[in-house]
């Protein structure tokens, strides 16, 4: 089983930014990686993903903001977040096609 760690959560001023990672306890070569946030009060939903070709998926509500890429080498992927507004204070989560998730990292945009 893969263990997933996030970093890079804070606070952050509206109209910020903020890189995401996550990395992995193992090669992540072959597998499909993304990001899901939960904000107090919500279901837990998708935010990003790319495969192991390097294809990227984005929720509407995040396209032309966040940008997820990965480092094989590393076994770490990344989101890589701009022009944060306070609708995108949640917990971000990293998972995998495997269905092995991270604890999850706290993100919050306020002034």
């Known amino acids: 089983q893969v263990q997933l760690v996030e970093s890079g959560g804070g606070l952050v001023q509206p109209g910020g930014s903020l890189r995401l990672s996550c990395a992995a306890s193992?090669?992540?070569?072959?597998?499909?990686m993304g990001w899901y946030r939960q904000a107090p009060g919500n279901q837990r939903e998708f935010v990003a993903s790319i495969d192991s070709s390097g294809s990227t998926n984005y929720a509407n509500s995040v396209k032309g903001r966040f940008t997820i890429s990965r480092d094989n080498a590393k076994n770490t992927v990344y989101l890589q977040m701009n022009s944060l507004k306070p609708e995108d204070t949640a917990v971000y989560y990293c998972?995998?096609?495997?269905?092995?998730w991270g604890q999850g990292t706290q993100v919050t945009v306020s002034s």
């Open positions: 998972y995998d096609a495997f269905g092995n």
């Open positions: 193992r090669s992540i070569f072959i597998n499909s």
